[in-house]
């Protein structure tokens, strides 16, 4: 069956990303995503707030300079600082649904995608030449990551969307994805991965390494699809994940109701409805217009039935996720 997915922002016009913006539209999934940098201010990362809601913040500085920096980072506390202020965000959401509202996702980073933004391009640089203290970082990362994800489902969130940005081929060989990438990404999902709950892994960015998809206990898997390969039929074929994709960003943001209509119909007719949840590769524009949210939800309840009224709503914890 295909469903529709949410994915909020803390940033936008008024609304966008709570309670209210999902209830106005009656979402499947709601996906909580705080600044790309909450997961790394606690390590001394100062950041540049956005001016703009469609740009993302930015990092002032670069925490780690020197090979050794990695062999100085120590386990976070998933309680404080900036991750306290995460669980906050969660109960906070999560306090104003109902049972019989859609899943909290919360947005967890991906181990690697913590060191790069800890380091920026240095990484790339430390990646080839200091590989021995970039795992000794990584296995920090890693443990933190897994003991946030851990306390964040148990303060509210009913699954975890995993986020992965260095998972490309433009970036990383095949073999240094295996090795700096899925073998941490494993160890960060270690917790999450025992518990009946939702978890996405999304692939961000072109070129994404999508064979190792597989290697992952995720439910479904989210990627560019518009903007890279694999198309939705091919994906179909190399796993047998529910799919999290079928909307362009910029189609969504730009173009009319009748044409996001074509192109959700599209993924709806190239899956035949099956193993389909309808969603934007990342985050919906903070910037879409109104009428064409309204014109996917519509398609959605009248093509095929929603996964709202199945097994994907927030009361049935006792059984596996039907993604």
Same mark, same amino acid.
């Given at each position: 069956?295909?469903? +529709? ?8 016009? =008024?609304?966008?990303?709570? =309670? ?8 499947? *999934?709601?996906?909580?995503? =705080?600044?790309?940098?909450? %997961? ?26 020197? =090979? ?23 109960? *906070? ?30 990484? +790339? ?26 306390? %964040? ?18 970036? +990383? ?12 990404? +494993? ?24 064979? /190792? ?14 903007? /890279? ?49 309808? %969603? ?44």
């Amino acid at each position: 069956m295909a469903a +529709l997915s949410q994915a909020g922002s803390n940033a936008g016009r =008024p609304g966008f990303g709570d =309670p209210g913006f999902y209830k106005r539209y009656d979402f499947d *999934l709601i996906k909580l995503t =705080p600044s790309g940098f909450y %997961a790394v201010e606690d390590w001394g990362a100062q950041v540049n707030p956005s001016k703009d809601d469609d740009q993302p913040p930015t990092l002032k500085k670069p925490v780690i300079k020197k =090979p050794e920096d990695w062999r100085n980072l120590t386990t976070l506390s998933s309680t404080a600082g900036s991750y306290g202020q995460a669980l906050e965000a969660i109960k *906070l959401v999560t306090s104003q649904l109902d049972k019989e509202d859609a899943p909290v996702l919360m947005t967890i980073f991906s181990p690697l995608t913590l060191a790069y933004k800890l380091a920026g391009d240095t990484l +790339l640089d430390h990646l080839q030449n200091y590989p021995t203290d970039v795992h000794i970082g990584l296995a920090t990362i890693a443990e933190t990551t897994s003991r946030f994800a851990d306390v %964040a489902l148990e303060a509210g969130a009913d699954g975890i969307f995993f986020a992965s940005q260095l998972s490309r081929a433009d970036m +990383l060989s095949e073999e240094m994805c295996q090795t700096f990438v899925v073998r941490y990404d +494993l160890i960060a999902l270690e917790r999450v991965k025992l518990q009946p709950v939702p978890l996405v892994l999304h692939l961000h960015g072109d070129d994404a390494h999508f064979a /190792t998809v597989n290697q992952y206990p995720a439910h479904a898997v989210s990627w560019h699809n518009h903007e /890279t390969g694999p198309s939705i039929p091919e994906a179909l074929a190399l796993t047998n994940k529910t799919l999290l994709t079928g909307l362009d960003l910029a189609t969504l943001e730009q173009s009319t109701p009748a044409e996001i209509t074509a192109q959700a119909r599209e993924a709806i007719e190239q899956t035949g409805g099956s193993r389909l949840i309808l %969603a934007p590769a990342c985050v919906i524009p903070p910037k879409t217009p109104e009428e064409n949210l309204q014109a996917i939800v519509e398609l959605d309840r009248t093509v095929i039935p929603s996964l709202s009224q199945t097994d994907a709503k927030r009361g049935n914890e006792d059984e596996r996720p039907a993604f």
